[in-house]
């Protein structure tokens, strides 16, 4: 079956600091990979995703590439913000169109 | 973008009573609709995928008779927690999928309270 692997949190970081959240799945087939965010009481937003192997998806400055390789999907951030304390989610989705979650790593960023 | 709006927001209800949240795609058709339940501190759990004009599937251990889900146009689902109970008090995600693309679209969440 299909499952997603997420990096144990809670991450704690100072701003400017490096990020990585690793993420690993297994599927069969050639799934499409997330990374959603989620801010305190709200809904999720989609933040980057890449659809086929060694895609790059990028968006605020967060970037994860798509290796088949590894199976992997790591979410990773040069500079961390206070403003990106939340939780982040990985998530991929096979053909069957249901989307698979990881856990969810919950980030602070200290000022 | 594609938006999804989810309301309410928020609800409290006194236990025993039913509530209906609304999940609307405002600007794209949606052919699939999905229903998450979150527990705090916890991922999503799906709970039923939801096909317009077509009964829901529902997850394994998740009530039908009391998730009732209603997807009756390709831009409306509808999700009735029946008789709420405290334990129903929880944080209630939709999302929607065109069918084409391989992505899903999330509304805002309901945060669900039965007193």
């Known amino acids: 079956g299909n499952s997603v692997t997420q990096m144990e949190g809670p991450v704690t970081l100072s701003e400017e600091a490096f990020l990585t959240i690793n993420c690993t799945y297994t599927a069969t087939g050639y799934p499409s990979l997330f990374w959603y965010v989620q801010y305190p009481g709200e809904g999720l937003q989609l933040l980057l995703k890449?659809?086929?192997?060694?895609d790059k998806g990028s968006n605020k400055g967060f970037e994860a590439t798509y290796r088949k390789e590894t199976t992997s999907f790591h979410l990773e951030k040069g500079s961390v913000q206070v403003s990106d304390s939340a939780v982040y989610f990985c998530?991929?989705?096979?053909?069957?169109?249901?989307?698979?979650f990881g856990s969810g790593t919950q980030l602070t960023v200290l000022p | 973008g594609a938006v999804v709006s989810q309301h309410p927001s928020r609800v409290i209800c006194k236990s025993g009573t039913s509530v209906k949240i609304e999940c609307r795609s405002l600007?794209?058709?949606?052919?699939?609709m999905f229903w998450y339940r979150q527990f705090p501190k916890k991922s999503l759990m799906l709970m039923a995928t939801?096909?317009?004009?077509?009964?829901?599937?529902?997850e394994q251990g998740v009530e039908k008779d009391k998730f009732l889900i209603n997807h009756a146009s390709l831009t409306l689902s509808t999700l009735t927690v029946t008789s709420a109970h405290p334990e129903d008090s929880s944080f209630y995600i939709c999302?929607?999928?065109?069918?084409?693309?391989?992505?899903?679209?999330f509304g805002q969440g309901t945060r669900l309270t039965v007193v």
């Open positions: 890449a659809t086929k192997a060694d």
């Open positions: 999302s929607a999928s065109t069918g084409v693309k391989p992505e899903a679209f």
């Open positions: 600007d794209f058709q949606a052919t699939t």
């Open positions: 939801s096909n317009e004009g077509s009964k829901a599937t529902y």
């Open positions: 998530a991929l989705l096979p053909s069957a169109r249901q989307l698979t």
